[in-house]
């Protein structure tokens, strides 16, 4: 059974910066692919970027471009993604994904999924 645990969210001025990790489990992970979604109230599940666990390929939306990072630390078997320079529009409950599809940048290209972390922004 594969299981997801995110951790580091918080509270955190415009301008300021955080760093998410998923510790995964239950799986050897060497070939899936690995997801940072988030969702804010009232708003549907947004697309935040994608790791290929094999290759380190990524993936991001303009929207965090630049300044997010998504990174993996295969001994730890944990994903992180580094989120730079937030807006208050970056705030949302962030989850972490796995799954075997595609480096892809929609929710049904992930089979599992963690219980999410809050991370709001203030202006």
């Not at 697309?47 to 295969?74: E, H, Q």
């Amino acid at each position: 059974q594969v299981q997801l645990v995110e951790s580091g969210g918080g509270l955190v001025q415009a301008g300021g910066s955080l760093r998410l990790s998923c510790a995964a489990s239950g799986r050897t992970f060497s070939f899936w692919y690995m997801g940072w979604f988030r969702q804010a109230p009232g708003k549907d599940r947004e697309f935040v970027a994608a790791l290929s666990w094999s290759s380190g390929s990524t993936r991001y939306p303009d929207s965090v471009k630049g300044r997010f990072s998504i990174s993996r630390d295969n001994a730890k078997n944990t994903m992180y993604l580094q989120m730079n320079s937030l807006k208050p529009e970056d705030t949302a409950v962030y989850y972490c994904a796995a799954g075997q599809l595609r480096l892809g940048a929609n929710a049904w290209d992930y089979h599992y999924w963690g219980q999410g972390t809050q991370v709001t922004v203030s202006s």
